[in-house]
């Protein structure tokens, strides 16, 4: 590998180990074993490079989930919230530095537009499954995804899970065509 290879496996384990707010770039160089100046020299800043190794993080972690999904769509809306809740119990660091990096767009306006950008290609990414790409329903479940990261992260014990979720849409759909 090379110094931004090196760079961002370093920034990644670090996200997990300490989250976004908590690392440091002294963090980052004692992990990497490179020095301060690289991280200006190839991502320009600090919160650029754990930016970048949020998205390509979570970006991993999304497309495993979507690769273990069933092609059926009906099948796919509850096993596609069984293995991001799944991904929630079992990679809780990731998700947690998630959520670390989304409160960090607020003050951000560099980080906010790369996880906008981020946000719209996982929206066309979760749209490809549904019928006819439709843009609506892929802004649901992306909505859906970050509000559910958010009440696993507060509330595991009482976040709904994906039984309940399909209900929901159900119950939402039917008041909204009423």
């Excluded at 180990?17 to 991502?43: C, M, P, Q």
């Excluded at 970048?52 to 069933?70: C, N, R």
């Excluded at 958010?150 to 119950?171: C, E, F, H, K």
Aim: include cysteine; hydrophobic fraction near 45%.
């Amino acid at each position: 590998m090379g110094v931004p290879e090196d760079l961002l496996a370093a920034t990644k384990q670090c996200l997990a180990e300490r989250g976004y707010a908590r690392t440091t770039v002294r963090d980052i160089v004692a992990v990497s074993g490179s020095n301060l100046a690289a991280i200006n020299y190839h991502f320009r800043s600090k919160d650029a490079l754990l930016t970048q190794a949020m998205i390509e993080t979570t970006g991993e972690a999304i497309e495993e989930i979507l690769k273990a999904l069933p092609d059926d769509s009906r099948e796919w809306f509850t096993a596609f919230w069984s293995e991001l809740i799944d991904s929630f119990q079992t990679n809780p660091a990731l998700w947690r530095a998630n959520m670390d990096t989304l409160a960090q767009a607020a003050h951000l306006p560099d980080v906010r537009a790369r996880l906008a950008e981020g946000q719209s290609h996982a929206q066309h990414e979760l749209g490809k499954r549904l019928p006819q790409e439709d843009k609506e329903g892929s802004q649901v479940l992306l909505t859906l995804l970050i509000g559910l990261l958010v009440r696993w992260s507060i509330d595991p014990d009482n976040a709904p899970t994906p039984q309940d979720l399909a209900r929901g849409i159900r119950a939402v759909a039917e008041a909204a065509t009423a």
